[in-house]
C-alpha cells in the first residue's frame, strides 16, 4: 500500500465531506459549473482532433533505397500462438529475411520450447529465457532490448498479425522521412466474437485512426499504442528504454520522447490484434491501462509544475498531455454529473426538501451526453473509414453502456489498486481467436 497516495486520497474525501457540511450549495454549484465547463474544453480539443483525425495517415514512400535492421521484440508468457506470430513475421511481412530480427522474451518452457525450434531453423530468431526478473511487459521488452542489433526496434503483441508491407512502410518513414518513431493503426482481427468486441473494435478505429491521427496531424502529444510501435533505437537509449513499473509502459515511454522532442507519425499501415472477449477480461486488461494512464500522471506531475519543463515541452503540448492522462477521471466525472442531474431533478420536483440546484440550469446534465456524442461519432466514424461492420449507429446503446458503466468501473477499480495494492500485471489471455476475422477481412478487401 502507498501510504503517501492513501494520505492524499483519505484527504481529499475529508476535504469533500467537510465542503458538504458547511458549504453545501455554493460546492455543489461549483462543482455543476465546472464539470460544465470541463467538458465544453474537451468537448472542443476532441472535434478539432476528429476535424484533423478524419485525414489519411501519413503513407510513406515504398521505394526503399536502403533496407534497416528491424528487431521486432515479442513478449510471451504461456502463449501458445506464439508460433504464429512468428511465422507471420517470417514469412508473410515482406522484407528481407536477413534484416528481419526476432526477439522472443519469455519465462515460461511453452514459449521457450516455441522459440527454441523457430530459433535452430531461422538464424535471426533470438530466444531470451529470463531467470530473475520483474513480471511485467516493460520489463522484459528492457531485456529484449540489450540483445537486439537492429537500427529500428519494433514491438509485437504475441496475438498480432501485421499487414506484409508494415516494415517496408516502417523503414521508409525512418529512414527517408526523418520520423524518429511511428505508430502503426491497430485494428481488432476479433470482431463478431462477442458484443464487446465488436464495441471494442469501434473504439479502436476512433482511437487510432480518428484521435490519434488527428493528434498526430495536430503535432500534439500523441500516445503510443501497447504494440505496432517502432523507434530508432538511438531514440529508445537516448531516454533510457521503457519504465519498468509502468503498467502502461508505452504512454510513460512517449512523455520522455516528447521531452526529448523526438519527430513522431501515424502511419498508414496497419497491425491486427485481439479484443477482450467478455466482461471479465475487458475490465482487467483496461483497469491495467487506467492504472498505468495514473502512475505516469502522478509520476510527471511534479515535472509538469516546473516552467523549463513547460517551455520544453510546449503549453500547447502539455495541456495535451495531461488531457490524455486525466481520461480516467473523466470517465469517473460522468458518473458524478449523472447524480447532480438526479438530485436537480429531484428538486425541480419537489420530491426532496432540500434546494441546492433548482435555481441552477442543468447545463452539468447537457454536458456528459455531448461528451458521449462526441466519442461515439468518432467510434463510428472511424469503424467506418477503417470498414468495421455496417450500420454502426445500431450499436449506440451498447455503446452507452460500455462508456457510462464500464469505462468508471474500470476507472474506480485502477484508482482503487493504485492507491492500495503494489504494481502487478494483470495478464489479458489470447487464444488466437482473431486469425478469422483478418483473413475474412483481407478476402473482402481483396475482392473489392
Do not use: C
Not at 15 to 40: C, E, S
Not at 102 to 131: C, N
Not at 317 to 343: D, E, G, Q, R
Request: hydrophobic letters at 50%.
Amino acid at each position: 500500500m502507498n501510504k503517501k497516495r492513501l494520505f492524499i486520497f483519505l484527504s481529499f474525501i475529508i476535504f469533500i465531506i467537510l465542503l458538504l457540511i458547511f458549504y453545501q450549495k455554493p460546492f455543489f454549484i461549483f462543482l455543476a459549473w465546472f464539470i460544465t465547463i470541463f467538458y465544453i474544453i474537451w468537448g472542443i480539443i476532441h472535434i478539432i482532433k476528429i476535424i484533423f483525425g478524419v485525414r489519411k495517415p501519413f503513407s510513406p514512400k515504398l521505394d526503399l533505397k536502403y533496407y534497416p535492421t528491424i528487431s521486432v521484440i515479442i513478449p510471451s508468457r504461456n502463449e501458445q500462438i506464439l508460433s504464429r506470430t512468428i511465422d507471420v513475421i517470417i514469412n508473410h511481412v515482406n522484407y528481407p529475411l536477413d534484416k528481419k530480427e526476432i526477439i522472443v522474451v519469455t519465462e515460461d518452457e511453452l514459449s521457450e520450447r516455441i522459440a527454441f525450434w523457430y530459433q535452430q531453423k531461422y538464424p535471426d530468431v533470438v530466444l531470451i529465457r529470463r531467470r530473475r526478473y520483474f513480471p511485467t511487459k516493460p520489463s522484459a521488452l528492457n531485456d529484449a532490448f540489450q540483445m537486439a542489433r537492429g537500427e529500428i526496434i519494433g514491438v509485437v503483441d504475441v496475438e498480432d498479425i501485421l499487414d506484409r508491407d508494415i516494415f517496408i512502410k516502417v523503414a521508409s518513414a525512418i529512414t527517408q522521412h526523418g520520423y524518429d518513431y511511428v505508430q502503426t493503426v491497430l485494428r481488432i482481427s476479433n470482431v463478431e466474437d462477442s458484443w464487446i468486441t465488436k464495441i471494442f473494435a469501434m473504439e479502436y478505429a476512433g482511437w487510432f485512426r480518428i484521435f490519434l491521427n488527428g493528434r498526430s496531424h495536430l503535432n500534439l502529444f500523441t500516445p503510443l499504442g501497447g504494440t505496432g510501435n517502432y523507434f530508432r533505437k538511438s531514440l529508445l537509449k537516448e531516454v533510457g528504454g521503457w519504465d519498468s513499473i509502468n503498467l502502461t509502459e508505452d504512454a510513460e515511454l512517449t512523455v520522455r520522447f516528447n521531452i526529448a522532442k523526438a519527430k513522431f507519425t501515424v502511419i498508414d499501415a496497419r497491425q491486427w490484434e485481439e479484443a477482450p472477449v467478455n466482461f471479465e477480461a475487458w475490465l482487467r486488461q483496461r483497469t491495467r491501462w487506467f492504472r498505468g494512464w495514473m502512475q505516469t500522471l502522478w509520476k510527471y506531475i511534479p515535472i509538469f509544475l516546473k516552467p523549463y519543463a513547460v517551455k520544453r515541452i510546449g503549453f500547447k503540448n502539455l495541456i495535451s498531455i495531461i488531457f490524455m492522462l486525466i481520461a480516467p477521471f473523466a470517465v469517473i466525472l460522468n458518473w458524478v454529473a449523472y447524480a447532480l442531474t438526479a438530485l436537480w431533478i429531484l428538486e425541480y420536483y419537489s420530491l426532496i426538501p432540500i434546494k441546492l440546484l433548482a435555481d441552477t440550469f442543468p447545463f452539468f446534465a447537457i454536458a456528459p451526453l455531448i461528451f458521449n456524442v462526441i466519442y461515439y461519432f468518432a467510434w463510428i466514424k472511424g469503424a467506418m473509414l477503417e470498414r468495421i461492420g455496417k450500420k454502426h449507429y445500431k450499436y449506440i446503446p451498447l455503446m452507452a453502456i460500455y462508456m457510462n458503466v464500464f469505462m468508471p468501473l474500470a476507472a474506480l477499480r485502477a484508482l482503487y489498486q493504485e492507491i492500495t495494492k503494489p504494481v502487478f500485471w494483470e495478464k489479458t489471455e489470447h487464444p488466437g481467436r482473431g486469425v478469422r476475422g483478418f483473413v475474412k477481412e483481407n478476402f473482402n478487401n481483396n475482392n473489392n
